[in-house]
């Protein structure tokens, strides 16, 4: 059995199992309406209960709640149910961590102190479904809070979701995210020519990062080795590729397979020929 503790607000309270006395977030379309704390709290099917015992990438859930306005809670897990509709698992712990966000890019909003977003393109080609779900938090801040958010804060929701979508951590997500993007420009930066980022080559290197950050969280090893053809072959992109990789193992904390090495260079070298090829 529940107790009301707390009111958050219509659509959130925190409750009391008085068997285990471990505090709970529950959230449901007016489940705190009219209660009143100590009062018996009945769960509907589609209320979401929270230990808040639990901690997120963010820190502790309690800690959170502390600091976090409800409303941000209720934008965050609308914009997670309306990604159900796109995907057949969410985590709905994320819910935390992306309020947190929220919160932050409300108040940069309203200082006009809004950040650009460097992945944008980069994270709409990765996480596509994630990005189009995101989209509906445009509506939720403007219809509750009145404000306007850009894409570039879109792009970081994105990445929330992707996170709650499958069993990457956020920061794998990013750090995805920044490997491609790194990668990217270092290519431009020896061809001395932008990239279209519609080139088939471009999204098969782009998805082929995002497995090899997989790998390299998981420490999956590749089962054969392409380097000493590559490194005679395709020098240069052998070169940027070991570069990418040293720098992954660096952010990541994690050793890189040297096997990692030759199959990113074969990925590069396509782009780099598409590039020279336009």
Same mark, same amino acid.
């Given at each position: 059995m529940y107790k009301v503790k707390k009111v958050l607000n219509h659509n959130s309270v925190i409750a009391v199992e008085t068997n285990e006395l471990i505090e709970y977030l529950v959230m449901g379309k007016g489940v705190g309406f009219g209660m009143k704390p *100590?009062? &018996? %709290? !009945?769960?509907g099917p589609d209320a979401k209960v929270f230990s808040l015992a639990e901690s997120s990438e963010r820190g502790d859930i309690k800690d959170i709640i502390k600091h976090v306005d409800p409303v941000f809670l209720d934008i965050a897990e609308a914009v997670l149910q309306h990604a159900e509709? *796109? +995907? &057949?698992? !969410? #985590? $709905?712990?994320? !819910? +935390?961590?992306? /309020?947190? $966000?929220l919160e932050y890019a409300a108040s940069r909003i309203s200082s006009n102190d809004q950040i650009s977003n460097p992945l944008l393109n980069d994270i709409k080609l990765l996480f596509h479904n994630e990005y189009r779900a995101a989209e509906i938090v445009r509506d939720l801040l403007h219809d509750n809070l009145? %404000? #306007?958010?850009?894409? #570039?804060?879109?792009?970081? !929701? /994105?990445?929330?979701? $992707?996170? /709650? *979508?499958?069993? #990457?951590k956020l920061s794998q997500t990013v750090e995805t995210a920044h490997a491609v993007r790194n990668c990217i420009t270092k290519i431009e930066e020896v061809t001395g020519r932008a990239i279209p980022n519609d080139s088939f080559s471009y999204n098969r290197m782009m998805n082929h990062i995002r497995y090899m950050v997989a790998r390299i969280q998981k420490q999956e090893p590749l089962k054969i080795n392409m380097n000493e053809y590559v490194s005679q072959t395709f020098p240069d992109s052998f070169r940027i590729a070991? &570069?990418?990789? $040293?720098e992954l193992s660096k952010s990541l904390g994690a050793p890189t397979d040297e096997m990692e090495i030759g199959y990113l260079a074969m990925h590069i070298e396509r782009v780099k020929a598409d590039v020279l090829d336009s």
């Open positions: *100590t009062q &018996e %709290l !009945v769960i509709e *796109t +995907f &057949e698992n !969410v #985590d $709905h712990n994320i !819910v +935390f961590p992306m /309020a947190d $966000h009145g %404000l #306007d958010i850009s894409d #570039d804060e879109i792009g970081y !929701v /994105a990445m929330h979701i $992707h996170s /709650a *979508t499958s069993q #990457d070991s &570069e990418i990789c $040293h």
